[in-house]
Each structure stands twice: as structure tokens, then as C-alpha cells.
T-cell receptor, first 114, second 117 residues
Framework: KAGVTQTPRYLIKTRGQQVTLSCSPI?????VSWYQQTPGQGLQFLFE???????NKGNFPGRFSGRQFSNSRSEMNVSTLELGDSALYLC?????????????FGPGTRLLVL | AQTVTQSQPEMSVQEAETVTLSCTYD???????LFWYKQPPSRQMILVIR??????QNATENRFSVNFQKAAKSFSLKISDSQLGDTAMYFC??????????????FGKGTSLLVTP
């Protein structure tokens, strides 16, 4: 079975631009979660999607949004990029999202905002 | 809200030795899961071990074991017979068991473990 894939792997943007990151979960997984990892704040939860519905959202501004498609693939979008958005963005997938399952993480997308 | 605290930013251990990483958490929940994740230099996050809060028996996975003290809200990871490949960032994480509003892993800041020859 293929693992969680994230595209692109690396991205450089300038302040004010917007960016879209993609995550393809493991086949059969319907829950996709997104996390932001920075040296200062560590790993922070962004949102979780299940069957095309956002079930949970972390404490991030409205510039951060996401969606999930019928094939469970998920995208997250960041508008009006700020320098502080530079981070590694990780997505994780599982069948239903609960702690009794293993969350499988993708390799991440490294975003650099200049 | 749940908080997860890892008080050791960096640790070092020699190959074949045993090391213990500490984690404490704060929650008002009675049912939850605790995890240790490993993130090597490749940045690929990998689950090391999981503990269900309702289970008194400590989880073990080969060389990895935990000491779960529910009353003290403590969840430490013991790595036995350390190997060079264990060099990584280790994150302690918490997740509620039941949620009507979805699930989320709440991570600590991490402990950087270096295994030396």
C-alpha cells in the first residue's frame, strides 16, 4: 500500500501570496489531519477532515483553510502569506481519525515565505 | 484544553545503553490516548508506541516501553539497547478518546535524542 503523499515537497513564496498544499491519504483512509511544525511553536494542529467535512479546527487565523474531496484527498490553502507561515506542513491519515488507530504521516511540505 | 510537557529538550545516550524520556500532561479527561512519535532527520513522523488511559498495563513494543502513571499524569518512554537509528526527535502526544468534534493530536515540544557510538 502506498503511504501518505504530500505535494509539493518544497515551496518558496513571497509575502502576500497564497499557497495550496495537497495531501493524498493511504487508500481507504477517510480522516485527514493537518499540522504545522515550526521551531518556535512546535507541532500545532490545523484541522481534521472526515468524509469531506471539517470535524475539528485548531487555533489558526481564517487565512488557513482546507477541504477534502470525495476521494479523501485533502488540500489546505494559506492566503496572504506572512513570514511566520514558514513551516513544515504535515498531514496524517487514518480510517476514522480516533486514537485507537495509527495516524500515518506524510513526508511534509516545507514552505518558505520570503 | 490539554497541555503536554517534555522537560528535556536534548538527551544523549551511548549505543546499547538505556535512556528514559519524560512527558507530563494536563487534562480533565478520564479517557484518552497517549503516544510517542519519532521524527528522524528525514522528518517522517513515525508512531513508536501508544497507551490507552483505561489500561493499567504499560505498553511495550520491542525495545520501547512506557511508564504510565495516570494519577501523576506522567508518561515516560524507555528505550532499551539504544541503537544509532534511534537518533531522532521524540514527541509525546495526547488525544481524547471520544469527541463529537473530531480528533486532534496535541504534541509536546519534543526531546532531541542523540545516540552515540
Amino acid at each position: 500500500k502506498a503511504g501518505v503523499t504530500q505535494t509539493p515537497r518544497y515551496l518558496i513564496k513571497t509575502r502576500g501570496q497564497q499557497v495550496t498544499l495537497s495531501c493524498s491519504p493511504i487508500s481507504g483512509h477517510r480522516s485527514v489531519s493537518w499540522y504545522q511544525q515550526t521551531p518556535g511553536q512546535g507541532l500545532q494542529f490545523l484541522f481534521e477532515y472526515f468524509s469531506e467535512t471539517q470535524r475539528n479546527k485548531g487555533n489558526f487565523p481564517g487565512r488557513f483553510s482546507g477541504r477534502q474531496f470525495s476521494n479523501s484527498r485533502s488540500e489546505m490553502n494559506v492566503s496572504t502569506l506572512e513570514l511566520g507561515d514558514s513551516a513544515l506542513y504535515l498531514c496524517a491519515s487514518s480510517h476514522r481519525g480516533g486514537g485507537w488507530e495509527t495516524q500515518y504521516f506524510g513526508p511534509g511540505t516545507r514552505l518558505l515565505v520570503l | 484544553a490539554q497541555t503536554v510537557t517534555q522537560s528535556q529538550p536534548e538527551m544523549s545516550v551511548q549505543e546499547a545503553e538505556t535512556v528514559t524520556l519524560s512527558c507530563t500532561y494536563d487534562t480533565s479527561e478520564n479517557n484518552y490516548y497517549l503516544f510517542w512519535y519519532k521524527q528522524p532527520p528525514s522528518r517522517q513522523m513515525i508512531l513508536v508506541i501508544r497507551q490507552e488511559a483505561y489500561k493499567q498495563q504499560n505498553a511495550t513494543e520491542n525495545r520501547f516501553s512506557v511508564n504510565f502513571q495516570k494519577a501523576a499524569k506522567s508518561f515516560s518512554l524507555k528505550i532499551s539497547d539504544s541503537q544509532l537509528g534511534d537518533t531522532a526527535m521524540y514527541f509525546c502526544a495526547f488525544m481524547k478518546t471520544h469527541s463529537n468534534s473530531g480528533y486532534a493530536l496535541n504534541f509536546g515540544k519534543g526531546t532531541s535524542l542523540l545516540v552515540t557510538p
